[in-house]
Every structure is written in C-alpha cells, then in structure tokens.
C-alpha cells in the first residue's frame, strides 16, 4: 500500500488553519507534506479566506491523498483550531501556521522522543525570518538549552524554569502533543480573542507530568506587517490578554498547588501588555488600571509599568535623557 495514501489511523495529525495567506500558503503546506514522517494527516481549514488561497491549497491536495480539505465561514483562529481538534485521528496532534515553515525531519524527531518516553506533548525550538529573506531577525525563540533532553520533567517544572530566565514562549505550533491528552483534560483554545495561545500552552504545561524537548530549530516563524502578532498594540489585544489572565487567575483557586506558578506566569503575561497599553488613549488606559485594580491584578504589576500606563510620556523622557548621558543610564 502506498504510504501517501490516505489512513485511518495516523502517527500525527497536522492541523493548519488558513486565512488569506496565498503568498505563502503553498510554502508552509509544503513544508508539511515534505515531513520524513509519512504516516500523517494534514487537515487544512480554509477560514473564509477572500483571496485565492483555496485555490491553491485544491491544487495541493490533488496532489497528496494525504490532504483533508475543510472550508467555512471565517470564524476565526481559535474555532478553526478547535474543529480540526475535533476531526482529528492522530496518536499526536501538530498546529501548524499557514506561513511558516517546518524543517523536515521535525515531525519525524518528535514523535519517535514522544512514543519512547510516553510523553505528554515535548517542544522545540524555533527562528524568525524576514518575509523578504531567509535572514533570522529579532525574535528569540531558543529555549531547549535550559533543559536536559534526556530528562522527562513536569510541564510546570518546565514552565518554571523558562519563566524565571525570560524564555517562556506560547506559540502552539512548538509543541506536539498527545491528542488523548488534549482530550483527558478537554484543552481547547480559547474562542473569538487573540493571543489564543497564551491561555492554551500555560494550561498544557500546568497539566502536564511528561514533557521533554528536541534541541533543534525546527520552527522557521516568518516576519510580515500584516499578520496579528505584528500590528500596533491596540484595545483588542489587551481584551486578550485581560481575558487570558482572568482564566488563569480562576484556575489558581481551584488548583492551589499550582498558584504561585500560575501567578508568576499572570506577571510574565501582565507586565508587558501593560507597557505596551500606553499608546491607547488616556480614557483606555484608566479603564484598564481601574480593571487590574479591581480583579486584583495591580499587585502583580511592576510600579514602573504602572507609572508608564498612567503617564506615557515617561517613555520618551526617557529616551531623551538616554541620548544625551547614554553613560548613567
């Protein structure tokens, strides 16, 4: 039997939501159907996309049996996600972005660490890349050196570790994980809010007893204007985070043991969405205060970054003292 050919069971299922991204779309799915590891299923939902991406992802699935094609109305990342969760019927589950790129052997490296160990779901790391270019630029997405890979750990011995050497990252598409994990602790992401990410991975290693990682850049994130991670910081992506931390804040009564770690995180995810709020207008940014103070929040925000929500202009003071005695700052 031809390994291409559609199965009933696979070793991974790769979920890869599309939405408008047909300059890209071709490369990433690619990058999918090019894995070492044969025996996959790669579910592609098409999320409404008013460009010309469908077309193309048709064209790839003549071209592989191996293909679920899905299209629907667009409603988003996260409900996209969580459908190609409820169709999936691989041992492990894989969310791949529709303009990025997976090295090949990836797959293959995981699933071999994670069927050894028994593992919960193990991650790796990742580069970004300028759209125009294979350079790696700006973001900082190595993490694994802090780990053992040999060592099977807790996801909050993990999570820890990472929080407390600023190397947390919450993209999804760094993990693979066991779907009868997914499914134990009914994980999904979060609907209708951005930064769906942020509340999905701290919950996968806060549930987690076996987790490792593979010492490799596997992830190629790609650098563009025009996508979510990179548009200026506004009132929905505070929505977002405001949201991720109040699920949080309710998980760390229910579980005490994981308080302090769910605490430590709440900051790691607070404090930056605070300083970047303060280019929101001064009516946003008191309502925001007003939210923190009243959810009990405000403690787990530095003074400094509730001085810059309140008076903004603090920043480019800063800057301007900085420029003329760059020596004493």
Not at 19 to 38: D, G, K, P
Not at 90 to 102: A, E, H, V
Request: proline share 2%; aromatic share 12%; net charge neutral.
């Amino acid at each position: 039997m031809d390994q291409d050919k559609q199965i009933s069971k696979p070793r991974v299922s790769v979920i890869i939501p599309v939405y408008n991204t047909e300059a890209y779309v071709e490369e990433a799915v690619r990058s999918i159907m090019n894995q070492t590891l044969r025996d996959i299923e790669i579910i592609i939902i098409d999320d409404g996309s008013t460009d010309h991406s469908w077309s193309l992802i048709q064209k790839l699935a003549c071209e592989d049996k191996r293909i679920k094609l899905y299209k629907q109305s667009n409603q988003g990342l996260s409900n996209t996600r969580n459908y190609g969760i409820r169709i999936a019927s691989g041992t492990y589950l894989y969310f791949m972005d529709s303009d990025d790129i997976l090295v090949s052997e990836a797959l293959e490296s995981c699933f071999q660490v994670c069927m050894e160990k028994n593992l919960d779901f193990v991650f790796f790391d990742a580069k970004s890349f300028d759209q125009n270019s294979d350079v790696s630029v700006g973001f900082d997405y190595q993490r694994t050196y802090l780990f053992d890979e040999s060592i099977i750990y807790t996801g909050k011995e993990m999570l820890d570790k990472m929080l407390d050497e600023n190397k947390y990252r919450a993209s999804a598409c760094l993990n693979l994980i066991k779907r009868k994990f997914i499914e134990q602790f009914q994980l999904d992401f979060y609907p209708n809010i951005i930064h769906e990410d942020e509340l999905f991975t701290a919950q996968l290693f806060l549930l987690s007893s076996r987790v490792s990682c593979v010492q490799k850049t596997f992830y190629h994130r790609r650098i563009r204007e025009d996508s979510i991670m990179f548009k200026k910081f506004n009132a929905r992506d505070v929505e977002g985070y405001l949201i991720v931390v109040g699920v949080l804040g309710q998980i760390s009564q229910k579980e005490v043991k994981l308080k302090a770690a769910i605490e430590k995180l709440m900051r790691y995810i607070l404090n930056p969405a605070i300083y970047n709020s303060k280019d929101l207008s001064a009516i946003n940014r008191i309502q925001l205060l007003l939210h923190c103070i009243k959810n009990k929040y405000i403690f787990l925000i530095t003074t400094k970054n509730v001085f810059i929500l309140l008076f903004p202009f603090l920043v480019k003071v800063k800057a301007i003292f900085k420029n003329f005695f760059p020596c004493r700052l």
